[in-house]
């Protein structure tokens, strides 16, 4: 059962999250969450020591990677190049559906200079790390390669994707880029010899 404090709680870090996007952190104040949310300053002391708790709690619940993680880990293919090939659509896709929590990401980068991250990262690299496993299914056609640095280089590759089509104009772009991107991320940018 949702107990009254929990609602409460609830309402303000939707509120919060609201208004971060709109205005950003530092722009926010707390007077602004008190008329957003409807609750009282002395309400909101109750369940936040101050505002960066506050947006502590609203990145652990609105981050992108905790709903964009499990997505990737669902991917499906019968050869490495169609279960890469999926999990980077995937991936795309849930960026797509969450992109205005991204703001989310750079204000934890530009305020907080990532400090949170670390939270949401060890969260989800044990899910991501199953995707990694799966790659190695295909062991014959995969470099020895660490687990985390598959991780690493598959995120990093699909989210400069991501969001170098949103800065880019569309017309710099072919229609198979995204399966262009997969062939680098398996076979690099080299002529094969």
Sequence with gaps: MVTKGEITRSQIVQAAYRL???????????????????????????????????????FQE???????????????????????QDAA???????????????????????FQGKHFEISIESEFSQAMLLAERFLHFQEQVRPLPL????????????SYFMTSLIFPQRFFSQDDLTNFVDIFLHGILEQR
Excluded at 30 to 53: P, W
Excluded at 89 to 111: C, D, H, N, P, W
């Design 20 to 58: 971060f996007l709109e205005k950003g952190y530092s722009a926010t104040s707390m007077r602004d969450l008190v008329a957003a949310s409807g609750i009282t300053m002395g309400g909101i002391y109750n369940h936040f020591a101050g505002k960066e708790q506050l947006f502590e709690a609203v």
């Design 89 to 111: 659509r995937r991936m795309i896709s849930g960026l797509g559906e969450r992109s205005q929590a991204l703001k989310l990401m750079f204000i934890e980068i530009v305020e």
């Design 148 to 159: 985390p640095t598959l991780v690493r280089s598959f995120s990093g590759l699909f989210f």
């Design 62 to 84: 609105y981050n992108p990677i905790h709903q964009v993680i499990p997505l990737i880990v669902q991917a499906e293919g019968e050869s490495l190049e169609a279960l890469v």
